[in-house]
């Protein structure tokens, strides 16, 4: 599922969930949950986390296994 994803690209960027939730603006529970799939994530948390991990949306909720984020205009 997405949220493993989620994880996965936390850990490989040496963060812990309290980090992500400072950057994202919540507390780390609220984070935690989205992480466990527990809880959907916001569309602006969801691209503000694509521009953190350098991410296309489409890698963090699983529709693509490409992780290039499409490129900006």
């Given at each position: 599922?997405?949220?493993?994803?989620l994880?996965?690209?936390?850990?490989?960027?040496?963060?812990t969930?309290?980090?992500?939730?400072?950057?994202?603006?919540?507390?780390r529970?609220?984070?935690?949950?989205?992480?466990?799939?527990?809880?959907?994530?916001?569309?602006?948390?969801?691209?503000?986390?694509?521009?953190?991990?350098?991410?296309?949306?489409?890698?963090?909720?699983?529709?693509?296994n490409?992780?290039?984020?499409y490129?900006?205009?």
């Amino acid at each position: 599922m997405y949220f493993q994803r989620l994880e996965n690209l936390r850990i490989d960027k040496d963060m812990t969930q309290n980090d992500v939730a400072i950057y994202l603006g919540c507390q780390r529970e609220v984070y935690r949950r989205y992480e466990k799939g527990f809880r959907q994530i916001p569309v602006d948390f969801l691209i503000k986390l694509a521009m953190l991990y350098n991410v296309s949306t489409d890698y963090l909720l699983g529709l693509t296994n490409e992780k290039k984020p499409y490129p900006r205009g």
